[in-house]
C-alpha cells in the first residue's frame, strides 16, 4: 500500500521535471505574461493568444520574451495568432547566432481522451514558477457545459487554473501534450484548447495558409 | 518511471466508462440539462427534484443515444429526490457498492450527463457519518460528503467507487457548498414511497415545539433530562382534536421518549397515519396521557 504510494508519489515527480523542461515564460511587456511550451526543437513556442494580446498598438507582438527552464531570457517573435482559437505561436530569436537549448515537450493525441483519466497542467500560477496541478478529464468536446463558443472543442478538466497557467501545457500520465491551459469555467474548472486544435492552426500556418505574414518579427 | 500513474489513469477513466451505461440525461428544465441514475430495466430514473423544474414534458436521454419522453412519479422535496418513468426497457441497471465498503479517504468520482456524453470529476470521500436530517426536514441515512466538483448539470448524477461501483445520489441542492451524495439506502425507501404513493408520506400533528428542560426530579425519574415544548398548536389538527394545548411538554410519543426533534420526526414516519398514537405530556406539573391522530403532512 504504501509501497504504492510512495511509487505513484516518484512518478508524479519524475513526470513534472521532465515537463518542465519544456514549460516557458511569455512576458508581453508590460500587458502582463503566462505560460508557454516548446513545440518544435527550431525554436516554436505556443501560448495563448490572449497572453500576447494585451499589448494592442499598431505591433501586436512586440516585446516578446521568453524565459526558458535553464532562467536564459529570449526574444520570441510572434509568427501567428488566432483570437478566436486563443493560440498564439512565437519563434524564439537565436541568441549571438544561435538558438539558446529547447526541449520539445512529448506529443499527445486530444482526439481520444477518456473522461477520467489522469492529467496534469504545468505554468507559472501568480508567478509561481513551474508549479503543477493534476487532476482529470471532466470531458472533452463541443458540447461542454459553460464552454466558451459552443461549437468549439474544449478539454474540461477538474484541476484550479489561475492567472499565469494560461498557455502552459495540459499532460496525460506519460508527460505527452494533450492541451493548453486557457481559462477557467467556475474556480475548480479548467478548460483547454486541445493539442489537435494547435497543432492544425501551427501546420497552416508553417505553410503560409494562415495568419504569419500579419505580423512584424520582434526587434528590440 | 513505473506503470502506476498509468494504470491509475486508465483503472480512473474504466471506472467512468463501466459507469457510464447507469446514468441519463435529464431535461425538465430551460437551462442545462441535468442527470438521473437508471433504477431498473423497466425504465424507472431516480434523479434530483430541484433539477426539475416542470412537472410536464420530461425527456431522459440514455448512453445510447435514444431519447424518450418521462413521465414524473413523483417528488420528494425533503431529500432533494425525484422518480421519472419511462418507456425505456432492458437498460443496463447499475452496480451498486457495499455500503461498508466505503471509508474516508476513498477515490470517489462524481459523473454528470448534461450533454450527449458522460463527464466526470474527481475526489475523495471526506466524511462520513450517521443519519442526518436535511433542512427542509428530509430523514438521510447516512451523512456522506465528497470533495469532488459538482460541474454543471451534475445534479442528480451518481457518485461512483474506484470500480465504477455506484454510491449514491449527488445533489448540489441539500446543502450549499458542499457535495452531499444522498445514499442508496434512502434512494431505495424514498423510491419505494414515490413509486406506491406519488410522494414520501409523513405523519403530521400540526404542533411547533422546541426542546426544553424538564424539572430536575421528574428528569431522574424518567432519565429523561429535556422534552419538547409546544409552542404553537395548529387550529383542526390532530394535535388540537386530541388535546393538546399550547404550553404542554411532549415527553413521550408512543413508547419512544421525545428529547429532541429528531426524535419526533423520527417518530412521525408514513406508518403512523391515521393510527391513534399515546402521547404523554406534562401539563402544570402533571404527567398527562393523551390519544392523537396523525394526519397526512400536507
Same mark, same amino acid.
Given at each position: 500500500m504504501t509501497t504504492l504510494l510512495a511509487q505513484l508519489n516518484s512518478d508524479l515527480g519524475e513526470l513534472a521535471d521532465e515537463v518542465r523542461r519544456s514549460l516557458v515564460q511569455v512576458s508581453a511587456g508590460r500587458s502582463g505574461s503566462g505560460s508557454g511550451v516548446v513545440f518544435a526543437a527550431d525554436g516554436l513556442v505556443v501560448t495563448n493568444a490572449h497572453v500576447v494580446s494585451g499589448n494592442r498598438g499598431r505591433h501586436p507582438g512586440t516585446g516578446l520574451r521568453v524565459t526558458l527552464p535553464n532562467g536564459v531570457v529570449a526574444v520570441a517573435g510572434l509568427l501567428a495568432k488566432d483570437d478566436d482559437l486563443d493560440v498564439a505561436i512565437l519563434q524564439v530569436e537565436r541568441i549571438e547566432g544561435k538558438l539558446p537549448e529547447l526541449h520539445p515537450i512529448k506529443m499527445g493525441d486530444s482526439r481520444e481522451l477518456r473522461a477520467g483519466q489522469w492529467v496534469m497542467a504545468m505554468g507559472h500560477p501568480w508567478g509561481v514558477a513551474g508549479a503543477a496541478v493534476a487532476g482529470i478529464v471532466i470531458g472533452a468536446g463541443p458540447d461542454l457545459p459553460e464552454a466558451p463558443g459552443a461549437a468549439k472543442d474544449w478539454i474540461a478538466v477538474d484541476l484550479a487554473l489561475r492567472p499565469g497557467h494560461s498557455g502552459g501545457p495540459l499532460v496525460d500520465h506519460r508527460g505527452r501534450l494533450i492541451g493548453m491551459s486557457t481559462m477557467m469555467a467556475g474556480l475548480e474548472v479548467g478548460m483547454a484548447v486541445p493539442v489537435h486544435v494547435i497543432g492544425e492552426f501551427v501546420a497552416r500556418v508553417l505553410a503560409g495558409e494562415a495568419g504569419a505574414e500579419k505580423y512584424d518579427t520582434a526587434v528590440v | 518511471m513505473s506503470t502506476v500513474l498509468s494504470d491509475l489513469s486508465d483503472a480512473l477513466a474504466d471506472a467512468v466508462a463501466s459507469a457510464a451505461d447507469g446514468l441519463v440525461r435529464v431535461e425538465g428544465r430551460d437551462r442545462l440539462p441535468a442527470t438521473g441514475i437508471v433504477w431498473d430495466a423497466e425504465g424507472l430514473i431516480v434523479t434530483a427534484h430541484h433539477v426539475l423544474e416542470r412537472d410536464e414534458n420530461i425527456n431522459v436521454g440514455f448512453q445510447d443515444g435514444e431519447t424518450v419522453a418521462a413521465e414524473l412519479l413523483g417528488r420528494d422535496p425533503a431529500t432533494d429526490l425525484a422518480l421519472l418513468r419511462t418507456p425505456k426497457r432492458g437498460a443496463n441497471v447499475p452496480t451498486w457498492a457495499e455500503p461498508e465498503s466505503l471509508k474516508v479517504g476513498h477515490l470517489a468520482l462524481a459523473l454528470g450527463r448534461p450533454g450527449a456524453n458522460v463527464r466526470a470529476t474527481m475526489?475523495?470521500?471526506? $466524511?462520513? =457519518?450517521? $443519519?442526518? @436530517?436535511?433542512? $427542509? =426536514?428530509?430523514?438521510?441515512?447516512?451523512?456522506?460528503?465528497?470533495?469532488?466538483?459538482?460541474?454543471? &448539470?451534475?445534479?442528480?448524477?451518481?457518485?461512483?467507487? $474506484?470500480?465504477? @461501483?455506484?454510491? &449514491?445520489?449527488?445533489?448540489?441542492a441539500l446543502v450549499r457548498g458542499v457535495s452531499i451524495t444522498v445514499p442508496a439506502l434512502t434512494l431505495n425507501r424514498v423510491v419505494r414511497d414515490l413509486q406506491e404513493h406519488g410522494s414520501v408520506r409523513r405523519a403530521y400533528l400540526g404542533v411547533g415545539a422546541q426542546p426544553t428542560r424538564l424539572p430536575d426530579e421528574l428528569a431522574k425519574e424518567l432519565g429523561q433530562e429535556t422534552g419538547l415544548l409546544l409552542v404553537s398548536v395548529e387550529q383542526g389538527s390532530a394535535a388540537e382534536e386530541g388535546g393538546l394545548f399550547l404550553g404542554d411538554t411532549l415527553v413521550t410519543l408512543g413508547d419512544a421518549p421525545v428529547r429532541h426533534m429528531d426524535d419526533l420526526f423520527n417518530n412521525l414516519d408514513g406508518e403512523r397515519i391515521g393510527k391513534p398514537l399515546t402521547v404523554r405530556i406534562l401539563r402544570g406539573g402533571q404527567l398527562v396521557d393523551l390519544t392523537v391522530s396523525p394526519v397526512s403532512h400536507p
Open positions: - | 475526489g475523495i470521500i471526506s $466524511a462520513l =457519518g450517521k $443519519a442526518w @436530517r436535511t433542512s $427542509a =426536514g428530509g430523514p438521510v441515512d447516512r451523512y456522506l460528503q465528497t470533495d469532488t466538483v459538482m460541474y454543471p &448539470g451534475f445534479s442528480g448524477g451518481p457518485l461512483v467507487d $474506484a470500480q465504477g @461501483r455506484f454510491v &449514491g445520489l449527488n445533489s448540489s
